[in-house]
Structure formats: C-alpha cells, structure tokens
C-alpha cells in the first residue's frame, strides 16, 4: 500500500486551486495515507506562494488529521544554471525542495542544456526531488539525470499528473520509459506524485503506478510505501 504522497498543491498555488492544507490533510488521511507533502509553487509562477508565506509554514502545525504533514516548495528553474526562485534563508526553513522546469519562467532549451540545469539544480542542499522531468518539452538524457540523481542522493519522480490522459505536457509515456530504465541501472529511487492541485486526486498514482508495473520497475526503488526512508533521504527531522 501506498502512504506517501510528496508533491501537492493548496490555494497558495494558484491556478484557481481554492483548497487549503487543512482539506489536503483531511483528503490524504481519507486515502489512507501517511505521509503528505505540501509543496506550493514558488513565487516565480504567477499568484503563487510568496516568500512570507514559505517562512510562515515553519509555525504549521506538523500532524494534521493523524498524518504527518511535511512544508515544501515546487521551486522554479529559472536559467540553465540551476538557480532557483527562492533565496536561501527560505529554503533553510522549509523542509525540502522539489525543483520543475516550467513555462514560461524557463523557456525549453537543448537537451544538453535542459539537462545541465537539472544538474546544476540537484546541487543545492534544499532540492531533494525533480519534478516532472518527463515533460516532453523539455528533452533530458535519462541517463546523466540518474546518474547526477545517483551523486546527490536526489529523488526523481514519476509524476502521475503527466502520464494522466489530461495531463498537458504531451505524451509522456516514452520519457518515463527512459527514465525509469535510467534509474534502474544507477539504483535512483523514485516517487510516485498525483502533483495534485487539489483534494480529489491527492494519493492518486494511477498512471504512475501502471508506468512502473509496465516497465518493470523494482518495488525496492519505489518509495512510496516506505514513508521513514522518505523522510531520511527528504532530509526531515
């Protein structure tokens, strides 16, 4: 079974996402699950989280309808040096990062450089996890990805929202192929994430959970039922 859910979104997302943390917890702990990710896009994106509010999660509340509750960011790459859209006295508060390429603050750049960016990203102490680098503008080597993954002990995802019929980063079938065989062969872990932008798919791996089983994918690599190991490699206290 299932208990983690690390990439999440609340109303300081925007995107005409009205949900708080509270009705993200109480839909988590309706799944069954036990760990809950809450990881707002930074303020790069626009009507999203600005820095005050990251600061202000370090006084929320840690448990929250008898889960454990993590405060995060869905930080943005914002040139193809790596650099990312929150300074680190926020980072430092917060209890991962998650770091994304989207459009428009990165405009999508050659494989080699879209690759270097992700790299130079992993570098920070604070991004313990790549987002959705399965988005098909954005073309990635799976293989230096997972071996940078493998160097900075960064988790990489599988990101359902991508692989949903819905999903709006075309289809992302092949790259997760590509992914997933790179992570197999440098021993990456990953994690399944609905990347919800709301309650109704919070917990929700369908697409992804089919990837893995379709690929083939060890169930040891796969961290979502593992949620202490989760919080190690996170680096949460």
Same mark, same amino acid.
């Given at each position: 079974m299932y208990l983690c859910d690390m990439h999440t979104h609340t109303i300081a997302s925007g995107h005409g996402t009205s949900c708080t943390i509270a009705d993200m917890a109480k839909a988590a702990a309706g799944k069954g699950l036990a760990l809950l990710g809450i990881t707002d896009h930074g303020p790069a994106t626009m009507a999203a989280g600005t820095p005050s509010y990251f600061r202000s999660l370090a006084s929320a509340p840690r448990k929250r309808c008898g889960i454990r509750v993590c405060y995060g960011v869905e930080l943005n790459i914002v040139d193809f040096s790596g650099n990312v859209d929150l300074d680190e006295?926020?980072?430092?508060? $917060?209890d991962y990062a998650i770091a994304s390429m989207h459009l428009p603050n990165l405009r999508p750049g050659s494989r080699t450089a879209n690759t270097l960016a992700y790299r130079l990203a992993m570098r920070h102490p604070a991004v313990r996890m790549i987002g959705h680098c399965d988005d098909?503008?954005?073309?990635?080597?799976?293989?230096? $990805?997972?071996?940078?993954?493998?160097?900075?002990g960064v988790i990489l995802e599988v990101n359902n929202s991508s692989l949903s019929p819905d999903g709006y980063r075309g289809d992302t079938r092949g790259n997760n192929r590509a992914l997933l065989a790179a992570c197999r062969k440098h021993q990456v872990p990953v994690l399944l994430s609905s990347d919800s932008h709301g309650p109704a798919h919070v917990g929700d791996f369908t697409w992804a959970e089919a990837m893995i089983k379709e690929a083939g994918f060890p169930e040891e690599l796969v961290l979502n039922d593992k949620p202490e190991k989760v919080l190690k490699i996170l680096g949460v206290r």
């Open positions: 006295d926020v980072l430092s508060s $917060l098909t503008r954005y073309p990635v080597d799976y293989e230096e $990805l997972a071996s940078a993954a493998a160097e900075y």
